[in-house]
Every structure is written in structure tokens, then in C-alpha cells.
């Protein structure tokens, strides 16, 4: 077993060990992802800035030559990463080759030689699933801590105890809040992450707290891209009692994609346009430049659909085409005509994915919402087609309300039938 080591704090917040330093504290351990995320950052002035950097949420303008590897790791070149750390053989670049390759070291030597950084062994083989019992240290603290626990909450979440999971976050982010900001910020994301799947009125809180936690972080755009997504789809979903809140939502939908673009982050890009495009659409018309929004609405809508494929993603295209489809019908435009038209035809795309058997209530709306158009068109015998249909679906499912709407479509078109009958005298 390992010698314990005591430990001294310097006024600028690193760690002694009484017999030396092997790696200075803090180090920033599980702010970014696998590798880099868990490599350890060695002694030395050339690596300080570089350190610091990452613990602030940044990745460092230059590297420098003591830290190629971490710079590879960062990059995605792992081969070349553990090529460049083949002739150290000190036990922090031991550490580091086996965060990288763990099958090139023995990891209960390395345990011996790493100190109070040993628990860190335990820590990547239950991240990289060598492992299915999470490591625990009372012992451990700061980032290390932070660690430790954020990785029993990753167990208990595998177990679905979901309290005992947010309760290790918070004591994680209350360990990393000294040492790193951001580190806080993340292990608080997470935890109010967990609070909204099972319906916690705290996650609002803990998000927000979140974002401000990683504020500046601009190496963890699509970390906190991820937080804004959720928080927004929280509030998005509590406007449905709180209309008011819908307002709030927005402006996390397009910090989301502020920070991320497609090609660094395609489906959380997509969502974050699909959500924004449902706030619009959701959102009362209270004055005329409120329908400004359903233009941006449809032009979000059409930048998810980039992402959103019928063959990959069904449930998400055939959501967003529906909603592109009621921008097109409710959108002010010279093209009135034309939206309308291209309506008709993405509804009848929808009309695909909504099978009778196994959706009847999505297709009766679809049906419905293609059937009001064709009225609107004029196209009566296609509407009423569709009208009956999405009647019979929504009486069979006892929808009386919706009955009752579509009969008043259907006592229109009867109307316009008799009004055009006795202007032109034939039927």
C-alpha cells in the first residue's frame, strides 16, 4: 500500500507533498473529455500556463514541447500521443500513456508510484468500463475528490438511484468549486441534468448556476451548448402550465447556437433549431411583428431538416416537417399561395411516418391540418377526403372537441359550395 503523503497549500493554491512534488495541484482531471480530460499535467514553469488554462475551461493558445502529448491527446491523434510518451518513464507520464492505452501498464505498480494521485487509476478504468465498481476515497481532495465522487455518480445513475447520484454531483461541484470554476460548473450541469428526467424542481437552479459557473469557458462550447439545450427544454416544457416562461426559453435555444455550429455538434445543432422553431410557433401573436418569428421559425426549421433525415432520424423529421408545414400555413408572405401548396405536400410526407394502426391520433391531426388547407385552397373533394378520415379517427378515439372542429371545416366547404353554386348558377 501506498505511503500516505501530507499535503501543504501555497497562497496560490497548489498542492506539496512533503517529499517532493510529482504533479502540482490543482490539476484539472474530468473538466474536458477522455483522454485529455484525465491526463495529468507535470511540475514545471513551461506547463503552468497551460495548466491554468485548461482549469479555467480553455484549451491553451500554445502548447509547450513538455506538453506535445496532451496537445495530440487534445487533437485526437491518440497513436501519436502515446508515441510521443514511449521514453518517459516517470510516474506521471506512466499515468498519462495509461489514460491513453491502458493495456501498456500495470496498473497496480502505477498505483504504487502515483501517490495521492493513485485513486485516478480506479477513477479511468471504471470511465473506460474496465471496471464495474466505482472507486471511493475519503481521503481524496479538491479536484481529485471531485473526481472520485462524480464517478460514484455515474455508478449510482447506472443503478437508477437518482437521488444518491445528485447528492455525489453536488458534493463533487462543492469539492471542485476552490480548485476550478468551470470543473463546478460541469458537475452542477450534470446534476440539475438528472434533476429534470425525474421531474425535480431544482434542476432550474442548478442549470443556471451551471452557466454561470462556465461562463467564459470557451474550450467547453458544446458542454455548455448541452446545459443551454437543457435548460431551455425545461422551461419549455414548464410553459405548458406557466405560458410566461416560454419567453425564458428562448434566449438558451439561441445561446445554444451561438456556440455550436453543425459541423461540431450536428444533432444537438439540429435540436436547438427544431426547439427554438416550436417556442416561435408556440408563442401568442400579440402584435404584428410577432409574426415576424414565424419566418424565423420556418427558416430554423428548414436547418434541421440539414440534419434531420426520414431514413436516420423518423421521429425527429417527421416532427419538424409537421411544424415546418404549420409555419408555411400561418406565415405572412406574397408566396401565401405557394406556402400553402408546399404545405399540403409536407403533410403528406407526414402522413407516411403516422401509421392508422399504430398512431391514430398523430395521423387524424395530420390529416385534419392537410384537410384545412386544401379547403383553403379550394381543392373540396381532397379536403373532404381528408376530413372524413381524420373524423372517424378522432370519434373512434373519443377526441370530441376535434370532431367538432373538423365538422365546422367540413360545414364550411359546404357553405363555400352552395355560395359558389349560387354566383355561378351550376353546381
Request: hydrophobic share 45%; with cysteine; aromatic share 4%.
Amino acid at each position: 500500500m501506498a505511503e500516505a503523503l501530507t499535503t501543504s497549500t501555497s497562497a496560490a493554491g497548489e498542492h506539496f507533498s512533503d517529499s517532493g512534488r510529482l504533479a502540482p495541484r490543482p490539476q484539472p482531471v474530468g473538466l474536458f473529455p477522455l483522454p485529455l480530460g484525465y491526463m495529468l499535467f507535470p511540475a514545471g514553469e513551461d506547463s503552468q500556463d497551460a495548466r491554468e488554462a485548461i482549469l479555467a475551461g480553455r484549451l491553451p493558445e500554445s502548447w509547450p514541447p513538455s506538453l506535445r502529448a496532451h496537445e495530440l491527446a487534445a487533437a485526437g491523434e491518440r497513436d501519436a500521443a502515446i508515441a510521443e510518451l514511449q521514453n518517459h518513464v516517470d510516474p506521471v507520464a506512466t499515468y498519462n500513456r495509461f489514460v491513453l492505452d491502458p493495456d501498456s501498464v500495470d496498473p497496480d505498480k502505477l498505483r504504487r508510484e502515483l501517490g495521492e494521485f493513485a485513486i485516478l487509476v480506479d477513477v479511468v478504468l471504471f470511465a473506460l468500463g474496465r471496471t464495474d465498481t466505482p472507486p471511493r476515497s475519503d481521503s481524496a481532495d479538491g479536484e481529485i475528490a471531485a473526481a472520485v465522487l462524480s464517478t460514484e455518480a455515474g455508478h449510482a445513475l447506472a443503478e437508477n438511484d437518482f437521488q444518491t447520484a445528485i447528492d455525489l454531483l453536488d458534493r463533487a461541484a462543492a469539492a471542485a468549486a476552490p480548485v476550478s470554476s468551470p470543473l463546478a460548473g460541469t458537475l452542477l450541469g450534470a446534476a440539475g441534468g438528472i434533476c429534470r428526467d425525474i421531474g425535480d424542481a431544482a434542476s432550474v437552479t442548478r442549470l443556471q448556476n451551471s452557466l454561470s459557473a462556465l461562463d467564459g469557458a470557451d474550450g467547453l462550447r458544446i458542454a455548455r451548448a448541452e446545459i443551454h439545450m437543457c435548460l431551455a427544454g425545461v422551461l419549455h416544457e414548464q410553459a405548458e402550465q406557466r405560458p410566461e416562461l416560454l419567453a425564458t426559453a428562448i434566449p438558451h435555444y439561441h445561446s445554444a447556437l451561438q456556440l455550436v455550429r453543425r459541423s461540431d455538434a450536428p444533432m444537438l445543432w439540429a435540436a436547438a433549431h427544431a426547439g427554438l422553431a416550436a417556442a416561435y410557433l408556440t408563442m401568442p401573436m400579440v402584435e404584428a411583428s410577432s409574426q415576424l418569428r414565424l419566418g424565423v421559425a420556418a427558416q430554423s426549421l428548414r436547418s434541421a431538416l440539414t440534419v434531420y433525415t426520414r431514413e436516420e432520424h423518423p421521429q425527429q423529421w417527421a416532427s419538424v416537417q409537421l411544424n415546418l408545414a404549420n409555419s408555411l400555413v400561418y406565415t405572412p408572405s406574397r408566396h401565401h399561395q405557394e406556402n400553402l401548396i408546399e404545405a399540403v405536400e409536407v403533410y403528406e410526407a407526414v402522413l407516411q411516418t403516422r401509421d392508422r394502426a399504430s398512431d391514430p391520433i398523430g395521423r387524424a391531426r395530420v390529416l385534419a391540418n392537410q384537410g384545412n388547407v386544401l379547403a383553403h385552397l379550394g381543392v373540396f373533394d381532397d379536403a373532404k377526403a381528408k376530413l372524413y378520415e381524420a373524423r372517424f379517427l378522432f370519434e373512434e378515439l373519443g377526441d370530441n372537441d376535434s370532431v367538432r372542429a373538423v365538422r365546422g371545416v367540413l360545414d364550411e366547404i359546404a357553405r363555400q359550395r352552395v355560395l359558389s353554386t349560387d354566383e355561378t348558377g351550376r353546381p
